[in-house]
Structure formats: C-alpha cells, structure tokens
C-alpha cells in the first residue's frame, strides 16, 4: 500500500500564509496556486489551516470583509495531522470520517507536505488496481 511519503515525493510544494495576513492575501494565493487551502504558519510552527471551506462558511455567511479579516479569524485552528509512514487508505479513512479535505503532514514536529483527498484518491485507485492485476495474474497463473 502507498504511503503519504510516497505521494509527497511527487508533489512537494507547501504552501502557507502567516496567520496575520489577510483573508484577501490568503484568497489571492489560493488562486495563483490553484489548491483548496493553504497551511497558516507562524514560522515553523503549524497554528491552523485556511480552506475555501472557512471563506464560505466564516466570512461569506458571517458578512466580513475580505481586505480586513485575518486569517487567524476565520481558519481552523484544530487541524489533523498525519505523518509521511501513514498509509494512503489510513488517510482516506479519517478524511472521510472528519469531513476533511487537506492533511498538513508532520515528521518530527516539522510540516512536510500537505495532501489533498485528491491525492489520496488517486493512490487508493493506484493500490487496487495494481492488487486487482496480482489477483488476475494469480487466476490465469492456475493459483
């Protein structure tokens, strides 16, 4: 089974914002890197994480502006997180039970990587597949 180090060695890109920034700056970064959330550090140190799903549901619903809101208002600040040795369906499960999309990935009390439910998809498709043609092999190999 595929593992979240695996996955991150293909995407390595973190993206961030500090927690003072506006939701304007975080909104604007989103879109030029075309991802769902970004990670909201203070430094090195992990503090939340800000999705479109925190803009809809705290700012757009709440009335607040853009220009002037910091992330640490509106961002998730109880966020999950997994380790690179975590296998890709383990992700799968507690995105799916958390009603999460992204997983910030920490080893050693430092952020890695980040990966979305998208990626996770992908490698549990990849894993079946590759299990479904072991399988076919086993069966035309007269088992």
Request: proline share 4%; glycine share 8%; with cysteine.
């Amino acid at each position: 089974m595929t593992t979240i180090r695996q996955i991150l060695a293909r995407k390595p890109e973190i993206y961030s914002i500090d927690p003072e920034a506006t939701v304007l700056e975080a909104l604007r970064l989103l879109e030029e890197k075309n991802v769902g959330a970004l990670l909201v550090m203070n430094g090195e140190l992990l503090v939340g994480i800000f999705s479109e799903r925190d803009y809809a549901r705290r700012m757009i619903l709440q009335g607040r502006t853009s220009r002037e809101t910091p992330v640490r208002e509106v961002m998730t600040s109880k966020v999950f997180v997994i380790t690179p040795d975590t296998p890709s369906g383990e992700c799968m499960m507690h995105m799916t039970d958390r009603h999460i999309r992204h997983l910030p990935v920490v080893e050693g009390g430092r952020v890695v990587g980040v990966i979305s439910i998208g990626d996770v998809v992908r490698s549990v498709i990849h894993d079946l597949r590759f299990t479904v043609r072991q399988l076919e092999s086993y069966i035309k190999s007269g088992g």
